[in-house]
């Protein structure tokens, strides 16, 4: 019996043996766009922080600045993890199809050889004519000379199959090539972050251990910001309240509710495709990182402390301008501590771009995606530029990542 794959059957296996593999370097292709987008990223993180007078920082803000290097740092190294795990899944794919292709083929050349032993054996034309001749009538000596026509045919179907697999060996046993010296350089690149990752965390150490020697200086100190966020935080709130009322006044809504914009059909359409935007919309500053996240935290090293926070801080370049991350009207201009907080309207939703220097828009003023709203201040003691943003609906506060494209 023939043991070779019919020619039908061989285009199916090799289009799924494709399939499986475009879908692995898919998934890889995915994995090293994570690893560039995290690389561009520990870059500004470093670009950044450097521009911080390092001589006038507190311990709390180097172990703050250690800690947002150890968590891209981290990051770094489960993507170039995640992408040596694909390439070995890959590998060992491909290792074993050159294994099947080898005895595929083997299968092949054997079969190919038994055909040309045979064919040599009976290859004396007179043996052939004689074959036709010897038929018993025409139906037969047709089907006779059929067949041998098929199994010249056949013969030459096999020695392209052998061609075809062995051209499909040798692109294999590239690919595996490349592979590896793929995998190469990741393990390279892998150790330098760990490398890396280790050196900043016995930096931390060494800053944890100094802030333990003044804990309650730094408890006291942390507390102390704390209130005055809140205090903050509860304007933010007031402000917010009061703009609702004001607004389902100037609407003549007669609901008593003081929590809830009472929208037009307009105002209806900007919420609705505001949220159609969820997870897409663009940052409020060009270039930055998220120095510090949403929602309650646990302070890094001094325990018992929580941080809280009601929106997301993002450090930039100095000069920066903060813009609007979506359409929308300018609903409020606020002084905070010397510095402004503009709110701005999309139907329910409220955007807010805190600790700004300078403001170019006006209240009532409409404004498009990505325009420039001010610039964002800089401390002149920590050379700092933070921008503090939030995002509510309504009276309930959001979480900015889960709204901002890659926060």
Not at 219 to 226: C, D, F, N, V
Not at 259 to 270: D, G, M, N, P, R
Not at 284 to 299: C, D, I, M, S, W
Not at 324 to 348: D, E, F, M, P, R
Request: proline share 1%; aromatic share 6%.
């Amino acid at each position: 019996m023939n043991k070779s794959i019919p020619t039908f059957l061989l285009l199916i296996l090799c289009c799924f043996l494709f399939s499986i593999q475009t879908n692995a370097q898919n998934s890889r292709k995915e994995l090293e766009q994570q690893r560039k987008e995290i690389q561009k990223e520990i870059r500004t993180i470093r670009s950044l922080l450097s521009q911080t007078k390092t001589e006038e920082q507190s311990l709390l803000t180097q172990l703050n600045q250690t800690n947002i290097r150890i968590v891209a740092q981290e990051k770094l190294i489960a993507v170039l993890n995640a992408e040596t795990k694909s390439l070995n899944s890959e590998i060992v794919t491909n290792k074993k199809q050159i294994k099947k292709l080898e005895a595929d083929l083997k299968d092949l050349k054997d079969d190919y050889a038994k055909m040309i032993y045979r064919s040599y054996k009976s290859k004396s034309k007179n043996n052939r004519i004689m074959f036709i001749l010897s038929s018993e009538n025409f139906y037969q000596a047709y089907k006779r000379t059929q067949y041998m026509k098929q199994y010249t045919d056949f013969r030459k179907a096999q020695g392209e199959q052998i061609s075809k697999k062995s051209d499909l060996l040798n692109v294999k046993n590239d690919t595996l090539l490349v592979q590896k010296k793929e995998k190469d350089v990741l393990v390279i690149e892998e150790k330098e972050a760990q490398e890396k990752l280790e050196e900043k965390k016995k930096g931390q150490e060494e800053i944890v251990s100094k802030i333990k020697k003044k804990e309650k200086k730094y408890i006291s100190e942390i507390k102390k910001k704390q209130n005055a966020e809140r205090k903050i935080d509860q304007q933010i709130e007031k402000i917010i309240r009061d703009a609702i009322a004001k607004s389902n006044k100037k609407a003549g809504s007669k609901s008593t509710n003081s929590s809830k914009f009472a929208l037009t059909a307009e105002a209806k359409l900007v919420a609705t495709q505001f949220e159609g935007n969820k997870g897409k919309l663009p940052w409020p500053v060009e270039k930055g990182f998220v120095a510090l996240r949403f929602g309650t935290q646990k302070h890094p090293t001094l325990p018992g402390i929580t941080i809280e926070s009601n929106g997301v801080r993002i450090r930039t370049e100095k000069g920066a301008h903060a813009r609007a991350i979506y359409k929308g009207t300018v609903l409020q201009i606020q002084s905070v501590s010397g510095k402004k907080a503009l709110y701005i309207q999309h139907g329910n939703y409220i955007t807010i771009y805190n600790n700004l220097e300078t403001v170019l828009v006006k209240k009532g003023e409409k404004v498009s995606v990505k325009q420039d709203l001010g610039k964002v201040f800089t401390d002149k003691v920590t050379n700092k530029t933070t921008l503090k943003f939030q995002l509510w609906k309504n009276t309930t506060r959001l979480n900015p990542a889960l709204w901002i494209y890659k926060m």
